[in-house]
């Protein structure tokens, strides 16, 4: 990496992509990519050449969602070392945007990690903006923004203050234009423009936006044992491309060291490394591994069984959950008289006030899947179809069902702070004009009886980005849910369930904050797994966590085999933790452990 910035400065651009309706299509295309270049010749596409920003829907008046894409972007710096983003918003399929006439939108970012949007300035009323360029004047003290309309008429517009534009001049006619650029972009580029950077900063955009992969291992020269319980507990360390770190278990080989025998033995071993090729199992959606009493247990929604009926499998470890030897059982199965009749979905165990339920969604002879959950008796075998409670259907704080009209279902329950929270999806005319999208809804329960919530539900999320809404998917579902000593981490699932768009959104939170204020939590514009995340998977979603014999986090998530496949297939890899701290859900198991390192060795001195 260091190679790539012996220049003092590289260069940082900005684009967006022509659509491709077979593998990007108009939701995604249309969103804000960035590239970098060593040589301002030829760049490279950070974020695999995925978007990072995406233009907000706006909600209509009968509540149904309107997609939005963005067009020529351009990308300015301001100052104090801060940059600005402008683009033009249209419509997902490109066509004009009447409700943005005469406007831009703004973001800014102080290392194009993070950034804040800014909302709409509005530089020429009705006029319409094609194209818009914006350029900080230090000696004078201002910005002059020019911009040109759709029949190549020129403005400018000068403020001192860009986020806040009180003195913003009306439009006034402009003489110059920009210059085209002449650049060998990443594929499908449509090119905004391009600006200079410190190439120690550009280090960090990159590491940021690459894929995190596994760059050395590194074992003690010598350690000092006395058994091989001893010798056993040295890791290796494993170090990435981003600078980060983590520690792996190895497989030390004993057959060469006397442990009754005072000496100094060469020891070698094998960095341990669990197996979960994709898929594992395929037709299992929405999967979830739990850990509980010492053993393993897997649960999903079954689609080779039209998802019909709770299935279970238990094993000594994860692995194991899909070898063709462990066998399902069947704990919930299709029954008239109680309408437990289709749609079993999105099965997940939890530990609710130290007891063991299933939250999932099913319903009865007229479609509609409504939540409920399910408590095992005391004592019982989480295989034992008897040893189950009968379901019950979620209730609102007064009583009534958490749904009087619409879907309800992906329902997860997380614990922060001593409160107990359930998190769900909900949508309204699902197939009409008037669909209003999944949308996530969060509310408090009591963990003594968490099917009735102690408050009204407050809404979360729902899928206004082009990632989520993209052709018309408009999903926001899959809610899941781990939390660190500061961060409530809830991860949630938007484009096409069963296709090659499904992606995983973030969602976080401070553990001190007010988790029913929407205002508390900080949604990520971009996935952070998508088709482009992965190695020969697509549409990577509706995901869950556990934790493995290592004391890894993992996550496990349902995905498609091909770009065409539809058939939903279970995988697995680690959840790592980047130089920052924060997760990164993209680290696939061939990028997390490089074959060629495996192999280590130390020198044991046994005393």
Avoid at 5 to 28: F, N, S, V, W
Avoid at 129 to 134: A, G, I, K, L, Q
Avoid at 155 to 179: C, H, M, V, W
């Amino acid at each position: 990496m260091n190679e790539i910035y012996r220049q003092k400065e590289a260069e940082l651009l900005i684009y967006t992509r022509h659509p491709d309706r077979e593998q990007y299509p108009d939701g995604l295309a249309r969103s804000i990519h960035l590239a970098w270049s060593k040589d301002g010749r030829i760049y490279q596409p950070l974020n695999r050449n995925y978007g990072i920003l995406f233009a907000e829907a706006v909600i209509r008046k009968n509540n149904t969602i309107c997609a939005k894409g963005l067009k020529n972007p351009w990308v300015f710096e301001m100052p104090a070392g801060s940059y600005g983003i402008f683009a033009i918003r249209v419509n997902e399929d490109g066509s004009a945007d009447q409700e943005s006439l005469g406007c831009v939108f703004l973001w800014t970012t102080e290392d194009f990690i993070e950034f804040k949007e800014r909302g709409m300035l509005n530089l020429g009323g009705d006029i319409p903006v094609n194209r818009v360029s914006c350029q900080y004047l230090r000696t004078a003290g201002f910005y002059e923004i020019l911009w040109e309309d759709k029949k190549d008429g020129l403005y400018f517009n000068t403020t001192s203050d860009i986020i806040s534009p009180s003195d913003l001049s009306a439009p006034q006619s402009a003489s110059k234009r920009g210059e085209a650029m002449e650049i060998q972009g990443p594929e499908g580029a449509l090119p905004g423009n391009c600006i200079k950077i410190k190439s120690d900063f550009c280090d960090r955009i990159v590491r940021r936006w690459r894929p995190v992969r596994n760059t050395e291992i590194l074992v003690p020269d010598k350690v000092e044992v006395s058994s091989e319980e001893d010798l056993n507990q040295i890791c290796a360390t494993a170090f990435y491309s981003d600078g980060s770190s983590v520690l792996k278990a190895v497989r030390w080989d004993h057959s060469g060291v006397d442990y009754k025998r005072p000496g100094e033995y060469t020891v070698n071993g094998t960095v341990a490394d669990r197996k979960y090729p994709f898929p594992l199992a395929r037709g299992f959606a929405d999967p979830v591994v739990f850990q509980w009493n010492g053993t393993y247990y897997f649960i999903s929604t079954n689609d080779n069984l039209n998802d019909v009926g709770l299935y279970v499998r238990q094993a000594d470890t994860p692995e194991a959950l899909f070898y063709e030897s462990t066998k399902h059982q069947l704990i919930l199965e299709y029954n008239e008289e109680d309408e437990f009749i289709q749609t079993f979905w999105a099965p997940e165990f939890h530990i609710i006030g130290g007891e063991l339920y299933i939250l999932f969604a099913v319903g009865g002879k007229r479609w509609s899947p409504q939540c409920h959950l399910m408590k095992l008796k005391k004592g019982g075998n989480i295989l034992d179809k008897n040893s189950w409670e009968k379901p019950v259907r979620i209730q609102k704080r007064d009583g009534s069902w958490l749904a009087d009209k619409g879907i309800t279902l992906d329902m997860t329950y997380l614990k922060v702070k001593g409160v107990s929270y359930m998190i769900w999806s909900y949508r309204e005319h699902i197939g009409t004009d008037l669909d209003t999208g999944s949308m996530l809804y969060i509310a408090t329960t009591d963990e003594k009886l968490p099917w009735k919530l102690t408050s009204d539900p407050v809404l979360l999320s729902r899928p206004r980005y082009g990632w989520e809404n993209v052709e018309g998917t408009i999903n926001n579902e899959g809610p899941y849910a781990f939390v660190t000593d500061d961060t409530v981490y809830v991860t949630y699932s938007g484009g096409a369930a069963n296709g090659y768009t499904y992606a995983l959104g973030l969602l976080k939170a401070k553990t001190g904050a007010d988790l029913l204020n929407p205002e508390s939590w900080n949604k990520s514009t971009a996935p952070v797994l998508s088709y482009y995340s992965l190695e020969h998977r697509y549409g990577p979603g509706h995901n869950s966590f556990f934790v493995d014999p290592e004391g890894n986090l993992m996550i496990a998530y349902h995905g498609v085999e091909s770009i065409k496949d539809h058939i939903r297939c279970t995988g697995i890899h680690r959840v790592h933790f980047d130089i920052t701290g924060n997760p990164v859900f993209s680290l696939s198991s061939e990028r997390d452990l490089n074959q060629e390192l495996r192999k280590v060795k130390t020198r044991a001195v046994v005393r």
